[in-house]
């Protein structure tokens, strides 16, 4: 059955990856775009703006805080600042991916550009299902969903911006919602090590602590410190019924 | 020169969104190249990252933008706690809890005249 799947085309993984686009994380991950439009139309910035955004920036939070940050009249400077901080959080992510996804033979510079499609959605995505997949045929899956997802979103925000202006605010609500609760269902559902579901733990707890403590830094602190402590504590676990045993 | 004047803008988005969000994942990247599958370094990337998810995810709900800042915060907490049953209740199919989460907030704020 194996060799049978592993006899498949590249461009049949390269759809099998496409075809994730009908994947629950992808249609929520629609949905809070369709939030996104509402929130820029009613801020003013101009439709084809915000499709150049969706391709060139893609993580989603990372845009919203871009837009929060034009609407109070920041600087570039300042933006760029603001941006950078808040999205230290790719890097780990994708250096938690890239491991999975690679062969010895996997060009760097082919890395490099898919890990423009990274962002929270692909990534949970990509952990939940790559290891179902060839490790040679990871890459060609990945740029599959990646790829397609991207552009969808691009025409998605370019038809919607039109029609969202005004949404009812229970509806704006539960977009809003969706993604968090998505998220953490998604997380644990995936997780396959010990140590995310207590780093997951962890993590919502040091969130809001660190919020309270260093609000401009709180998710950097959150995470590393969070995410050390979860893997400090995981590990000593592991080391103590290793020497039990 | 403001944010609406023609080039300007998408210079502006190319800085402080594309570059501030892509040098990240190129560091990512060439952090992840040098991790093995079975290494213990891997174990605290991945643990990391976890966390700083698990943060975002808590600011969402703890502290929403738009609508839900209005809310009360007793509703969403409620709304994730139900979901987080049903998804449990449901031998953990995500699509059981999203659905009852955000069904639970939509409740709460119909009820509360939203």
């Known amino acids: 059955m194996e060799r049978v799947e592993d006899e498949r085309s590249s461009l049949a993984w390269f759809l ?19 939030g996104f439009c509402s929130l820029t139309a009613q801020a003013g910035i101009p439709p084809e703006q915000v499709v150049f955004m969706t391709g060139i920036v893609w ?4 845009k919203v805080i871009l837009v929060s940050s034009v609407l109070s009249g920041a600087s570039l ?7 950078t901080l808040s999205s230290v959080r790719l890097m780990p992510m994708v250096a938690a991916l890239v491991p999975e996804l ?17 962002a929270i959605t692909a990534w949970v995505f990509a952990m939940e299902r790559v290891h179902q997949v060839p490790r040679r045929r990871r890459v060609t899956f990945f740029a599959g969903f990646g790829i397609t997802l991207v552009a969808t979103n691009m025409v998605l925000v370019a038809i919607v911006y039109r029609l969202v202006a005004d949404f009812p605010p229970i509806i704006a609500g539960c977009l809003f919602f969706l993604t968090p ?23 919502l707890v040091a969130g809001p602590l660190f919020y309270w403590l260093l609000p401009e830094f709180d998710i950097l602190l959150a995470g590393i410190g969070g995410g050390t402590l979860a893997w400090f504590v995981e590990r000593s676990w592991r080391l103590r019924r290793e020497v039990g045993a | 020169m403001t944010w609406q004047d023609g080039w300007w803008a998408y210079v502006f988005i190319a800085i402080a969104g594309w570059l ?30 976890t966390a700083l998810v698990a943060a975002v995810i808590a600011k969402l709900v703890l502290y929403p933008t738009g ?20 998804f449990f209740l449901a031998r953990q199919k995500p699509a059981v809890g999203i659905a009852t989460a955000v069904a639970t907030l939509a409740a709460g704020l119909w009820w509360l005249g939203f």
């Open chain 1, 16 to 34: 099998t990856g496409a075809r994730g686009i009908f994947s629950l994380p992808a249609i929520i991950l629609m949905l809070s775009f369709v």
């Open chain 1, 59 to 62: 993580a989603l939070p990372a």
């Open chain 1, 77 to 83: 400077a300042t933006a760029f600042v603001a941006v």
């Open chain 1, 102 to 118: 690679r062969t010895p033979k996997t060009p760097t510079w082919l890395l490099l550009v898919l890990s423009h499609f990274i």
């Open chain 1, 181 to 203: 609760v998505y998220f953490l269902a998604s997380i644990w559902n995936s997780a396959r090590h010990r140590v995310v579901y207590l780093a997951l733990a962890v993590g």
């Open chain 2, 20 to 49: 501030a969000t892509d040098i990240w994942r190129w560091l990512g990247v060439l952090a992840g190249e040098r991790l093995r599958e079975d290494s213990e370094a891997l174990n605290w990337v991945r643990a990391v990252a």
């Open chain 2, 67 to 86: 609508v839900l800042e209005q809310s009360p915060l007793w509703l969403r907490l409620g709304a994730v706690v139900l979901g987080a049953i049903a």
